[in-house]
């Protein structure tokens, strides 16, 4: 079982909707949790980190629930430029460890 | 000028030729990683390196090799390219949160 799990998708969605991504992980020894954004044919680039007591940037929303395992971003009022693959990330003492990545395609 | 720069950016080679993928970074970081990204399986890890003096294998490390050849400098090499080599190259460096990526290195072997 790959540490970082998350629904490939493709979620797809109207301009304005709100959407949800989740993420699990299963190595415990992760101990940061990161979302990246990575647009077609570029370089993944970091969107926001991850905290328990959960962390708000503009239409963005992260939680982490380290009971569960589980990651989730929340993106409101979905724009046209939101489209992109993001990625959960969790980082133990060594690497980062990547999840495949859930595709987001915002039409208008 | 971008914080980590990865030449070639693109690169055609043949089957069992060496091939070597430069990374040069001015964050000033001591982590460097080299990535692969295939479709459908994500970013996997080839080779990390926590300074000059430290380098480890990651999940995919055959075929590759690394050399650190200073704190800003880590370069990965296939010795004899195979064409299911063919993917996109990330290198990455970090101080062990936030990591920052080379915009890619598209390698094609034939």
């Known amino acids: 079982r790959k540490e970082v799990e998350q629904d490939p998708g493709p979620f797809n969605v109207p301009e304005g909707a709100t959407v949800a991504f989740n993420c699990t992980y299963s190595n415990s020894a992760s101990q940061s949790f990161f979302w990246y954004r990575q647009d077609c044919r570029k370089e993944p680039k970091l969107l926001m980190s991850?905290?328990?007591s959960g962390n708000e940037d503009g239409r963005f929303t992260a939680q982490l629930n380290r009971a569960s395992q589980y990651i989730s971003l929340l993106i409101r009022d979905s724009k046209l430029s939101d489209s992109a693959t993001y990625l959960c990330?969790?980082?133990?003492?060594?690497?980062?460890?990547f999840g495949k990545g859930t595709m987001l395609l915002v039409s208008p | 000028d971008a914080d980590v720069t990865q030449t070639p950016r693109n690169r055609i080679t043949k089957t069992g030729k060496r091939i070597m993928l430069e990374c040069s970074q001015t964050?000033?970081?001591?982590?460097m990683y080299w990535y692969r990204q295939d479709p459908g399986l994500g970013l996997r890890l080839i080779y990390y390196?926590?300074?000059?003096?430290?380098?480890n294998k990651g999940e995919i490390s055959d075929g590759y090799s690394v050399s650190r050849q200073a704190q800003a400098k880590f370069s990965l090499s296939l010795e004899s390219a195979i064409p299911n080599q063919t993917a996109l190259y990330f290198c990455a460096t970090s101080e062990g949160t936030e990591a920052f990526f080379g915009q890619g290195t598209r390698l094609t072997v034939v």
């Open positions: 991850v905290y328990s």
């Open positions: 964050k000033g970081h001591d982590r």
């Open positions: 990330v969790g980082s133990g003492y060594s690497t980062l460890t």
């Open positions: 390196s926590f300074d000059v003096k430290d380098i």
